[in-house]
């Protein structure tokens, strides 16, 4: 397990890079996920879900610079929820299960269980 520190860091290059790749290539990604990749509708999803992600990737990594253990520790209770979050709907998704699914909500879930282990770490 990594502090939160790292956590909030490798976090921020992860969603970096799939913000990324909703930016650049939305249909791949949803072909990855066994979505209609030639939807337009779902592809400017995919874009708006991309820069909200640079955002986030963003915040996290300044975060991970703080010096202030409440701020480290509500940064980590946001991700812990949203990772864990990220997991389950991408369980839930409209479509077939693939490889890319599994793997796409295995980080979430493994994320989300970091930040909750180093929350219960740096708390007791």
């Known amino acids: 397990m990594f502090g ?13 890079l799939s913000a990324l790749l909703l930016l650049v290539a939305p249909s791949f990604f949803l072909f990855m996920l066994h979505l209609d ?11 708006m879900i991309g820069i909200t992600l640079v955002a ?24 812990a ?6 997991g389950v709907l991408t369980i839930l998704i409209p479509a077939q299960m693939s490889w890319f699914t599994y793997l796409y ?3 979430g879930f493994l994320f989300g269980l970091n930040y909750l282990v180093c929350i219960i770490r740096r708390r007791f």
Request: glycine share 8%; net charge positive; charged share 10%.
């Open 4 to 16: 939160i520190s790292t956590t909030l860091k490798l976090g921020s290059v992860v969603f970096g």
């Open 37 to 47: 990749g030639a939807s337009t509708e779902l592809v400017w999803s995919m874009r």
């Open 81 to 86: 929820i949203t990772a864990t979050g990220l």
């Open 105 to 107: 909500a295995a980080v």
């Open 56 to 79: 986030l990737a963003g915040n996290m990594w300044l975060n991970s610079h703080s010096s202030s253990e409440a701020r480290l520790i509500a940064a980590a209770t946001v991700m």
